[in-house]
């Protein structure tokens, strides 16, 4: 999933995974967060993509965006009246 849209070209993704702890035997959420190239910038905040490994891009980026699975739900804008703007 998308977590960042904010530079040119580039996506930071978040890949959620569990990890038993060594000495206690609890899962324990981690996540690993890369940077993605997106050359055409089709990407955006909350969408779920297909990634692949690639070779460096930049000292950061060594993934490539290869398609969006999933768009975000773009937000809703509340609808005002004038007895709610009260």
Same mark, same amino acid.
């Given at each position: 999933?998308?977590?960042?849209?904010?530079?040119?070209?580039?996506?930071?993704?978040?890949?959620?995974?569990?990890?038993?702890?060594? #000495?206690?035997?609890?899962? +324990? @959420?981690?996540?690993? *967060?890369?940077?993605?190239?997106? /050359?055409?910038?089709?990407?955006?905040?909350?969408?779920?993509?297909?990634?692949?490994?690639?070779?460096?891009?930049?000292?950061? #980026?060594?993934?490539?965006? +290869? @398609?969006?699975?999933? *768009?975000?739900?773009?937000?809703? /804008?509340?609808?005002?009246?004038?007895?709610a703007?009260r």
């Amino acid at each position: 999933m998308v977590e960042s849209a904010a530079r040119d070209k580039t996506r930071t993704v978040v890949l959620p995974f569990l990890s038993k702890h060594p #000495k206690y035997g609890k899962y +324990v @959420r981690k996540r690993t *967060r890369l940077h993605v190239h997106d /050359e055409k910038n089709e990407s955006k905040s909350g969408d779920r993509v297909e990634i692949a490994e690639c070779r460096p891009i930049s000292r950061t #980026k060594s993934w490539i965006l +290869v @398609r969006v699975v999933e *768009r975000a739900a773009e937000p809703v /804008e509340p609808i005002v009246t004038e007895e709610a703007a009260r």
